[in-house]
């Protein structure tokens, strides 16, 4: 088993998600926020989802309030926020930190492999990182790329 599939975290709901249960899709992982001005990447988020689930993609939303306070509500308001308004059906996990002491070890683990521009640290809401089938991750993107922007990668690494 993969570094990538070893790790875990917890559900909107609070429950201890494997991310084993993901082996063998391609992952996009993306920190996100529902008060930031990249929010409406929701719906580019869920319309690749919808287009590639079946083909083997999973799209793993992990909500961050590290930057300006842009997630600042509970579990049920971030749940409530992404199906309401943008019909969100990927998962979603609790909230987290992506940066920093308190980095979830997922976070840690992607940024150690696929460091910015600027360096290791995400610097924004909605930094995407592409990881393969294998657990291998791929690509890291800046938060301002649209995810429509990911599809001809999201495309080759589905063939790998």
Request: with cysteine; proline share 7%.
């Amino acid at each position: 088993m993969s570094e990538f599939h070893q790790f875990c975290a917890r559900s909107l709901g609070g429950q201890e998600i494997p991310l084993e249960r993901f082996a063998g899709k391609v992952a996009l992982v993306v920190n996100t926020a529902s008060k930031c001005g990249l929010t409406p990447q929701y719906a580019g988020l869920e319309d690749l989802y919808l287009r590639y689930s079946e083909s083997g993609l999973v799209i793993l939303g992990f909500p961050c309030d590290q930057f300006l306070h842009q997630e600042p509500g509970d579990a049920t308001s971030i749940e409530s926020g992404c199906l309401l308004n943008y019909g969100v059906s990927f998962p979603m996990f609790g909230k987290i930190d992506v940066k920093g002491a308190n980095a979830h070890p997922l976070f840690a683990w992607l940024t150690a492999r696929l460091p910015g521009i600027f360096g290791r640290a995400v610097k924004w809401n909605f930094t995407k990182f592409l990881v393969g089938r294998d657990g291998t991750p791929l690509r890291r993107f800046a938060p301002m790329t649209k995810p429509e922007k990911l599809e001809p990668l999201i495309r080759r690494a589905l063939k790998d």
